[in-house]
């Protein structure tokens, strides 16, 4: 059985760091693109930012030059590292695995095959 358990979320004050974990199981975790998404009370769920079985990443506007995806193949665990924290950033954060992406879909939840349970991130002003 595939499992992904996402651990690491808690309260931060604007500025600081946290890094996000996800410990992943049942899965070739080095041959699946591996991605985070977020998502914030009454609103959608928004794409974070992947990395994809070819060593490549791609990042979300809103994230990109704070959040940095790391992968620890011998772990089976990937990370989120979160720098310059906004309270804008405050969602509940979900990682996500898929065995096929294309450049063109990769920001769509539709195209990931597994979920983790999601842990709580917020940011104080």
């Known amino acids: 059985q595939v499992q992904l358990l996402e651990s690491g979320g808690g309260l931060v004050q604007a500025g600081g760091s946290l890094r996000l974990s996800c410990a992943a199981s049942g899965l070739p975790f080095s041959t699946y693109g591996m991605a985070w998404f977020r998502q914030a009370p009454g609103k959608e769920r928004q794409f974070v930012g992947v990395y994809r079985r070819g060593g490549t990443t791609y990042y979300a506007d809103s994230v990109k030059g704070r959040f940095t995806i790391f992968r620890d193949n011998a772990k089976n665990t990937a990370y989120l590292q979160m720098t310059s924290l906004k309270p804008d950033d405050t969602a509940v954060y979900y990682c996500?695995?898929?065995?096929?992406?294309?450049?063109?879909?990769?920001?769509?939840?539709?195209?990931?095959?597994?979920w983790g349970q999601g842990t709580q991130v917020t940011v104080s002003s």
């Open positions: 996500a695995a898929a065995s096929s992406l294309r450049s063109s879909t990769l920001v769509y939840d539709s195209n990931y095959d597994y």
